[in-house]
């Protein structure tokens, strides 16, 4: 099936809108950020494939990750999977992994990781936010995202333990690598 994707602008007051008008993707434009948990919920509401995977605007994806986390949410019980990454908390963060400012060296890093650890995945007790694969019927059954938590900041580790709650797992697929910013959002914010 084609790949669907739904960008949702949550308030952005640069270019961003003009540069996803140059691409194929269907937008959700908010005129104020109305927070991630429920910018993601708008997102997983619109999507109608059978899988959704929530990806962070500050993150860039590597060869073979989606696969990557597609194989792991197939094995029985598996609820939701999340990738490694440069830059994230707990243990889905690789100590001492490039960051994305360090360019061929950051994408160098994620492909000699990934291609030791194709197939790999562990099992997890949170994942970060920051990119997480699940069928759509998960959030159909158990709801998304807790927007009680306003911009961001847990919502996360709440959505997981509902999934293990329902007796599902979370796993993190070893060789499914997303570079990330981390804080980049929060960052802007600030400013």
């Given at each position: 099936?084609?790949?669907?994707?739904?960008?949702?602008?949550?308030?952005?007051?640069?270019?961003?809108?003009?540069?996803?008008?140059?691409?194929?993707?269907?937008?959700i434009t908010n005129d104020e950020n109305?927070?991630?948990?429920?910018?993601?919920?708008?997102?997983?509401?619109?999507?109608?494939?059978?899988?959704?995977?929530?990806?962070?605007?500050?993150?860039?994806?590597?060869?073979?990750?989606?696969?990557?986390?597609?194989?792991?949410?197939?094995?029985?019980?598996?609820?939701?999977?999340?990738?490694?990454?440069?830059?994230?908390?707990?243990?889905?963060?690789?100590?001492?992994?490039?960051?994305?400012?360090?360019?061929?060296?950051?994408?160098?890093?994620?492909?000699?990781?990934?291609?030791?650890?194709?197939?790999?995945?562990?099992?997890?007790?949170?994942?970060?936010?920051?990119?997480?694969?699940?069928?759509?019927?998960?959030?159909?059954?158990?709801?998304?995202?807790?927007?009680?938590?306003?911009?961001?900041?847990?919502?996360?580790?709440?959505?997981?333990?509902?999934?293990?709650?329902?007796?599902?797992?979370?796993?993190?697929?070893?060789?499914?690598?997303?570079?990330?910013?981390?804080?980049?959002?929060?960052?802007?914010?600030?400013?």
């Amino acid at each position: 099936a084609p790949l669907e994707v739904i960008v949702v602008d949550n308030g952005s007051g640069d270019e961003t809108p003009d540069r996803l008008a140059e691409h194929d993707v269907r937008v959700i434009t908010n005129d104020e950020n109305l927070g991630f948990p429920r910018a993601a919920n708008q997102g997983i509401a619109a999507a109608t494939g059978e899988f959704v995977c929530v990806l962070n605007n500050d993150t860039e994806v590597t060869r073979g990750w989606l696969s990557e986390m597609l194989a792991v949410l197939e094995q029985p019980g598996v609820g939701m999977v999340g990738p490694r990454s440069n830059r994230v908390s707990g243990l889905q963060g690789v100590p001492n992994a490039p960051g994305i400012e360090e360019g061929e060296a950051a994408a160098r890093w994620a492909r000699t990781w990934a291609s030791g650890r194709r197939g790999e995945s562990w099992p997890a007790t949170r994942l970060v936010g920051f990119c997480l694969l699940a069928r759509r019927r998960l959030f159909e059954e158990i709801g998304g995202f807790d927007e009680g938590f306003g911009i961001g900041n847990f919502e996360d580790d709440e959505l997981g333990d509902r999934v293990r709650r329902a007796g599902l797992a979370l796993r993190v697929a070893d060789g499914s690598v997303v570079l990330h910013h981390g804080g980049a959002s929060f960052a802007v914010m600030e400013d």
